[in-house]
């Protein structure tokens, strides 16, 4: 009987350990899948990275409760969000502004953060003067102020300005009432940022469909992920400067500007008929031939990029789909072979040198 008993608790205990064993192993193994799923593929693991993940698991030890809450990584998305958030309820168009700037960066030479440095009067000209951003792209206060929310928030957790961007930009998206997406982290801050390259790289409103077609496939985009990516007009302005030059505009369009009298970077046209909001309305406006930019209007002149539009003009949820999946994409764009990187403490300049590798 004792015998028996003991065999019994034996078994008993036997099965346990299994299941624990069970248990650990699938939450291990869950964990590791999330963090890895949350890195893109196109990234190394970049030390910006492994610091949010290392950092996970010393938290982890020492305060699981407080991690369950919130871990480092949701910690950044929330503090971002929040600064995000209210520099849209108090100016609606920064929403559009933090997309863009988003795109003019990582369209020139990768996610890197280049169009964050400032110039240095003598020694170094960036990627702000070039004139694609030139009086132009906007949101650079709200991106410090997110930084600097970052690091009082969730502290010991480096996190890049460019991943800041793609966060501050997505936010933005879903803000103004577009669909969210995934957003990787890891992305790392460049050290040198490209004057001319924004300047070649960048599509310019001028631009015929050949050569945005171009522009878009030297990024590795198709022609349908450019149309989606170029429904972000549907959010968002443009200076009376730019569309009052007629190149740049669609001859047709009804603008509010005055071109008749001299314009400065203050007088601005709305890129679509509701502005404030992320619809499907730009496709519309461009099938009724009130695109405002040439390089708008151009997309319904050709039978392929028109029947995109038609497609978007339809239904918003295929363009808020395609949409979604071409910033993620786009988000992923990888800096430039060869280009020191590093986690920047303040986003308009690069770290001392003495902090160059961190
Ligand atoms: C052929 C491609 C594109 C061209 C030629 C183009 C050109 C322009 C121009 C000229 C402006 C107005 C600039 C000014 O007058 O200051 C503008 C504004 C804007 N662009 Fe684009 N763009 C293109 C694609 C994109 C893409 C892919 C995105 C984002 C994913 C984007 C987002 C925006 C937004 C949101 C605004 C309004 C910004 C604000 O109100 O501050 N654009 N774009």
Sequence with gaps: MAFG??????????????LAGVAIYRNTYEAMNMGLQKLSPNFDLSESSVSILTLNNNVDQQNSH???????????????????????????RMGASLIRLHFHDCFVDGCDGGILLDD???????????IPNNNSVRGFAVIAQAKQSVKDTCPNT????????????????VKLGGQTYDIA?????????????????LPAPFDNLTVQ????????FTVREMVALVGAHTVGFTRCVTVCVSTNVNPAARLSCNCSVTQNNTNLQQLDTTPTVFDKVYYEDLNRNQ?????????????????????????SNVFFGDFAAAMIKMGNLPPSQGVQLEIRDVCSRVNPSSLASM
């Design 213 to 220: 077609i171009t522009k878009f496939s030297d990024k590795n």
């Design 185 to 201: 982290l890891g992305r790392r801050d460049a050290r040198t940022a490209n004057f001319t390259g924004a300047l070649t790289q």
């Design 120 to 130: 240095i009067a003598g020694s170094f000209q960036g990627e702000q003067t070039s």
């Design 66 to 92: 407080k991690l369950s809450q919130q871990s480092p990584e949701s910690c950044v998305f929330s503090a971002v969000r929040g600064v995000v958030d209210s520099a849209i309820d108090t100016e609606r």
């Design 291 to 315: 695109g405002i930019l040439f390089s708008d209007q151009v997309l319904t002149g050709n039978t392929t990029t028109a029947a995109i539009v038609t497609t978007y003009s339809n239904d």
């Design 5 to 18: 008993a003991s065999h019994l608790s034996l078994a008993l205990s036997l099965v346990a350990l299994a």
């Design 158 to 173: 480096s996190v890049s300005c460019a991943d800041i961007l793609a966060i501050a930009a997505r936010d933005s998206v």
